[in-house]
């Protein structure tokens, strides 16, 4: 098994070179006979992809972990319509940027460039396969691909086609490699060999993300939890303020940048929390307050343990702050540095609010919900980091890039 | 020692939450105060260096480290005049950047922001203790400085300028803090305190740098070696071409963008190699070729080794090659991807060795000793870094920096 990784990471690293090299038209001209391949090959992937349900039935996979396993045709058409999207945007390798001369009499700026390999490991959901391949193909990587064992016939079958179009378009079909044992101790070799893998993007669970983030001696670009925020400021307009709230928590339960602890102005906690703690009891939603909270409205009691958890479900917990200090400590203290809104007309609060919470997406009057690689203009995102380091929030083509400096001279030597 | 680390961490944690917050003034005010203070304790400062130089003597240091080590009427007038010139510089905190419209309606954009806590591991020069306090002051981060045992008194005597500074300013001294125990566990509880140290910054010899990022869970930005080469094309202009070499080699030989190879193509070998080797005689350097090389001059045999070898002295390996692609192939292999440099006056050759070198600085026809944070203008440096992610080449103020995004909305919501 480590000779097969690292056989791989060796193949990976030759084919980065290539990728690195490649033009703007063979990297379009690869994800458009991705797609044509992924199209033409629809039945056998949805063959293939019955063997994993059938199997993931059999060992007794629940009904989620089946749902996101399987292929159908919008799953299928979604995955070439993603990868002709990316072939759509614009190539972010060698874009020069800064260039100006020093008093040397050099020229300097910086150049954008691939990272080099990539290595990516996920679970469940197969099409993951084609965009996260996509995406490192357009940006010049390697990538090596490690699925989940439970979708490993997929897998294989996603791969094929992305070789194939890869080989019609003249790169390296090693540009993209899917890892093809389920042996476990792959990824424990993937992680650690820093000599051949550049980095390493994990997608799947909290367990999962932290084991590897413990175990890897690659530099890992991770997504944690979203514990998001919204803070209703003294001086909120209460109906943008009820209908962010609400469409931070109810426009979808179970994704990152869902709101999971509403923060409200003590001054307008009356105004506003009877009317809205209605409109989430009529949609279904949970509340749990604190003491403050629950003197306005008849809800259950918020323990510590709910400022610190990420429902991803139908429950929100709510609690009255005396000012917007005490909101942004209680961000900064408990959230995920995720995404956190203040909802206010207050430019000074507003301001403020911008520069000191200390969170990937920071906003003003607007859902939480918009943090997202497509909103913010991307075009497509591998994930959203909650690092600081190196990629900040929604993570595109950009965050898989590196910049080099460069250096135009006419014989310069220093004195 | 573990409990001691974790509360200075904590205190760290606290103090960065504070310096993000600080306005430029404070900060600028704070660096001066620290110069100030600096240079009015400059006899303090040798009489507590004289202790460290003592005990070294005494523990048999070589003259190097003990060279390193003194702090001397110009070291400490240095380390005062680095701190105003950071003062001087612009705050990169808060700069927004491309904040535009989205058809949604909202002003999406980045803002710079400080990294956190940053912990800096050094060895024996004391005066980086005002440099890495002042860069990551200016940057609105807290710092946690390691250096070494045999540097000891000579660091606290700096740390009290900079606390007295700090708090001069009215901002925390906290922000500031040298590790005050030689215990050597100090360095494993910093380095894997991730959940309050975001970035650790090694600075010293390589194998102290490599048992840091072996250990550590903590993010490293580190630099390792210099293998830097320079290629000279078959259309170089041969003047540029010996100047060029003769400077990247000699200007100073134990830095780490100093050539150690210098690679020739066959058509300008016999042209060129007799007398650039006559003019690192006449200037005591040893040359060892390749037996292409060997056949035009009178030189060492190169082995395998000397290509992969950072020689930090005055000796240079030489390679005859038959074309770029050949010089290329080597770099990559063997260069540690710091800077390279061709000189040649082929404008096709020149864009092809900007875009395929994997280095951190690339050049065309100038000496690699310009690999520096002054010459490339940012004003001053803490490291030339030869990771890819988030920081590559020479990190100045934007380095210890990150980007979240920042979201302006009027109420929206998603649809």
């Given at each position: ?21 490649a033009?703007t038209?063979?990297k ?17 992937l ?10 993931g ?8 972990m089946?749902?996101?396993l399987?292929l159908?045709?919008?799953?299928i058409?979604?995955?070439?319509e993603?990868l002709?999207?990316?072939?759509a ?7 020069i ?16 460039v ?26 010049g990587?390697?990538?090596i691909?490690?699925?989940?064992s439970?979708a490993?016939?997929s ?5 094929k ?9 003249g790169l ?9 044992t ?13 000599d ?21 001696t ?14 209703i400021?003294?001086?909120?307009d ?24 509403l ?22 939603v949970e509340l749990r307050g ?5 003197e306005?409205?008849?809800c259950?009691?918020?323990?510590d343990?709910?400022?610190d ?7 929100l917990?709510?609690?009255v702050?005396?000012?917007i ?9 408990y959230g ?8 206010s007309?207050?430019y000074?609060?507003?301001r ?30 591998i ?5 600081k ?8 083509l ?18």
């Amino acid at each position: 098994m480590k000779e097969y990784m690292q056989q791989l990471a060796q193949q990976a690293r030759a084919a980065a070179t290539e990728m690195s090299r490649a033009e703007t038209a063979a990297k379009d001209q690869a994800l458009l006979a991705i797609a044509d391949a992924i199209d033409a090959a629809a039945d056998t992937l949805k063959a293939e992809n019955q063997k994993d349900l059938q199997a993931g039935r059999d060992n007794g996979l629940d009904a989620a972990m089946l749902d996101r396993l399987e292929l159908n045709d919008a799953r299928i058409a979604g995955m070439s319509e993603g990868l002709r999207q990316i072939a759509a945007l614009q190539d972010p390798i060698g874009e020069i940027s800064g260039l100006a001369y020093r008093p040397s009499g050099l020229q300097i700026g910086k150049m954008r460039v691939p990272l080099g390999v990539i290595g990516i490991i996920y679970e469940s959901r197969p099409n993951v396969t084609a965009d996260a391949a996509g995406l490192c193909l357009k940006s010049g990587n390697a990538t090596i691909l490690r699925g989940g064992s439970e979708a490993i016939h997929s897998n294989k079958a996603v791969a094929k086609c992305i070789q194939q179009g890869l080989t019609e378009a003249g790169l390296p079909a090693e540009a993209v490699q899917v890892v093809e044992t389920t042996d476990r101790a792959a990824v424990g070799e993937l992680i650690t060999s820093s000599d051949t893998v550049d980095v390493i993007i994990p997608r799947g669970g909290k367990s999962l993300i932290e084991r590897i983030s413990r175990e890897a001696t690659v530099p890992v670009i991770k997504h944690l939890d979203g514990i998001c925020h919204v803070y209703i400021d003294a001086e909120a307009d209460l109906q943008k303020a009820s209908d962010i709230a609400f469409n931070s928590k109810t426009h979808r339960y179970g994704v990152c940048n869902a709101m999971e602890t509403l923060l409200v102005h003590e001054s307008v906690a009356s105004a506003y929390l009877p009317e809205m703690a209605q409109r989430f009891a009529d949609k279904g939603v949970e509340l749990r307050g604190c003491d403050k909270t629950c003197e306005v409205i008849d809800c259950n009691t918020a323990t510590d343990e709910d400022w610190d958890t990420e429902y991803l479900a139908a429950i929100l917990s709510i609690k009255v702050v005396t000012d917007i200090d005490q909101a942004m400590a209680h961000i900064n203290r408990y959230g995920s540095h995720h995404t956190d809104t203040i909802v206010s007309e207050n430019y000074t609060l507003a301001r403020r609010f911008l520069r000191e919470v200390d969170s990937s997406s920071v906003m003003v009057n607007a859902s939480t919900r918009f943090a997202d690689g497509f909103e913010y203009g991307l075009g497509a995102e591998i994930g959203i980091s909650t690092d600081k380091l190196h990629a900040r929030g929604p993570v595109g083509l950009e965050g898989l890039t590196s910049l080099k400096y460069i250096v135009l001279g006419d014989g310069q030597i220093r004195e």
